[in-house]
């Protein structure tokens, strides 16, 4: 009779092989022939190449692998911590192959601007991808023309982190890729402004600046904002339309002027406000609140407030009474639902 264990099918196999680490699954292949080839044929590839270790032939003698027995690969990570010139023809190697068996999400991180011209649009033209992460790359010497005039409309994910871009770069990405849903900018250097202005279905967006960086938000379609701003001065967040904004997440010194200047008008109508900066600020944020609620006309006017500080010894919320900003004596975390 057959083993339990080889009655399951290949998918079930790799979807159960998924949840465990690589140590785990390396025992569980062991369990029998059925699990040695589901463990074998995985979709999911994560190396970490190590250089000065030279484990870099086992990962090409596994990805070539998969090239040969024609594998799909629906995810591709790879890590490196050092970058020599002498991993590039490897690494364009490795990509073709992903690219050429079909991957759906590939995640790329190096040190911190790498000398590696990474061919971005290449990876983007292929139809089957839906998220590209890159962390460390310099983009900005990545000819634009390179990418031709296609628009790529299967990637739903994009994030960038620690990469080295200019604003066209920047424009030139998010124009090919209008159809993204979920995009991630984290401390990329180069940029002097961050507009998001003509994506279609973006829902999240996870922006943590650079120095000093103008943002400018025009996502009716936008429904969860995480902020982090890196300056000293006031950011320069500009959100002119998000109807549909639920949730906004903000962390940084200052606050935006226009969410507690009693003379600007919110463009957006957050059921969700989480704040981590000073007191003066969240004491301001508390007045702006109280000020809505007393506004007219009565359309769009701030109906409920309630307000949950962060409790950091017990790592959990608690619900406090809110009264215009005496709840900000010290720099704590503020949780506020308005009800609009």
């Not at 799909?72 to 990509?95: G, T, Y």
């Not at 990469?163 to 979920?182: A, F, K, P, Y």
């Not at 900000?328 to 975390?333: G, I």
Request: aromatic share 10%.
């Amino acid at each position: 009779m057959r083993a339990t264990s080889d009655i399951l099918s290949d998918g079930l196999i790799h979807k159960i092989l998924s949840f465990l680490s690589f140590k785990e699954a390396t025992k569980m292949s062991i369990l029998s022939k059925t699990w040695l080839r589901a463990w074998s044929t995985h979709p999911n590839l994560e190396f970490q190449v190590d250089y000065l270790n030279d484990n870099m032939k086992k990962v090409d003698s596994i990805i070539e692998r998969y090239r040969d027995e024609k594998i799909p690969i629906e995810k591709f990570e790879l890590s490196n911590a050092r970058f020599p010139q002498e991993i590039i023809p490897l690494f364009d190697k490795w990509l073709h192959i992903a690219l050429h068996n079909g991957v759906k999400n590939i995640v790329f991180r190096v040190p911190c601007y790498t000398t590696y011209t990474l061919p971005v649009f290449t990876i983007l033209a292929e139809k089957s991808l839906r998220e590209l992460v890159l962390r460390g790359f310099d983009l900005k010497h990545v000819t634009l023309s390179s990418g031709g005039v296609a628009n790529y409309n299967s990637l739903k994910k994009l994030s960038l982190s620690s990469i080295w871009l200019d604003d066209n770069m920047l424009q030139t990405l998010l124009n090919r890729c209008s159809l993204i849903v979920d995009l991630v900018l984290e401390h990329c250097d180069g940029l002097d402004n961050i507009e998001l202005l003509n994506l279609q279905r973006i829902k999240s967006v996870t922006i943590k600046t650079f120095r000093k960086q103008r943002v400018k938000i025009d996502a009716p379609t936008l429904e969860h904002l995480y902020y982090l701003d890196a300056g000293e001065a006031y950011p320069t967040l500009d959100i002119i339309n998000a109807p549909n904004l639920a949730s906004l997440e903000y962390i940084g010194d200052q606050i935006p002027k226009a969410f507690v200047d009693v003379n600007l008008q919110w463009n957006c109508h957050p059921k969700k406000v989480i704040l981590f900066a000073t007191n003066e600020m969240i004491t301001r944020f508390m007045d702006r609140l109280m000020s809505m609620k007393r506004s007219k006309p009565l359309r769009n006017r701030l109906q409920q407030v309630t307000t949950y500080k962060f409790d950091w010894e017990n790592q959990i919320w608690h619900l406090v009474e809110f009264r215009s900003g005496k709840l900000a004596l010290t720099r704590d975390k503020f949780y506020f639902l308005l009800d609009w």
